[in-house]
């Protein structure tokens, strides 16, 4: 099983910020790997597939990059609907694994 | 807007069954894999089963293997995932979602409380 390591765990920042995320896994995973924000009391939504692919919808304030074990969501200027709960995923093997979150929170 | 509406959650004893439901709306269902994925209160995302667009292929986490069959009815646009020996492991928020790899929409998932 490939395990996925998020960091950091928790992410304090302002609105205006620009934040980056980060997203190992402990093996090779190509470019096959999706990011995903859920805020509180909701599903999940999809923000990024093919590590850098936007899904309908995103803005392009929010992006994706890596490749291989390495990955990065950035948010190049935090809206106040930005502030939740992010999660990476790889499908690259099975089982589908997903990291253990980052929370982005108000500074 | 691609609407997924999860129900059929709620209390069960330890090795007691359930069945949840998964009703789809404004996409084509029938072209579409679909998948349960659950939420451990307080916890992260776990893949739990997949089934592909006629429900001839299936695949399961380990976790549920044996336990959980997932399935699915294109005419009525309804995911399903019928739960047996239910552990208290497997309490979580259930959501079903649009995808096989990568998974989009979610809907707002259904509550699954195993305790005696």
């Known amino acids: 099983e490939i395990v996925m390591t998020q960091s950091p765990d928790t992410l304090s920042a302002s609105a205006g910020e620009r934040v980056t995320l980060s997203c190992r896994a402990s093996?090779?995973?190509?470019?096959?790997l999706a990011w995903y924000q859920q805020r509180p009391g909701q599903g999940p939504r999809l923000l990024i597939y093919g590590a850098s692919t936007r899904a309908t919808g995103i803005p392009d304030r929010v992006s994706g990059s890596g490749s291989g074990t390495e990955f990065t969501l950035t948010i190049s200027s935090l809206q106040s609907e930005d502030f939740a709960v992010y999660y990476c995923q790889q499908y690259e093997n099975w089982p589908l694994t997903f990291g253990g979150g980052t929370k982005v929170d108000i500074k | 807007q691609v609407q997924l509406v999860e129900s059929g959650g709620g209390l069960v004893k330890p090795g007691g069954s359930l069945r949840l439901s998964c009703a789809a709306s404004?996409?084509?269902?029938?072209?579409?894999?679909m998948s349960w994925i659950r939420q451990a209160p307080g916890k992260g995302l776990e893949w739990v089963s997949y089934?592909?667009?006629?429900?001839?292929?299936?695949n399961y986490a380990d976790s549920v293997e044996g336990r959980f069959t997932i399935s699915r009815d294109n005419a009525k646009n309804s995911l399903y995932l019928q739960m047996s020996n239910l552990r208290a492991e497997d309490t979580a928020m259930y959501y079903c979602a649009r995808g096989q790899y990568w998974f989009g929409p979610w809907g707002q998932g259904t509550l699954v409380t195993v305790s005696s």
């Open positions: 404004t996409f084509t269902f029938s072209d579409s894999y």
């Open positions: 089934i592909s667009t006629t429900g001839t292929t299936k």
């Open positions: 093996q090779s995973l190509s470019r096959n």
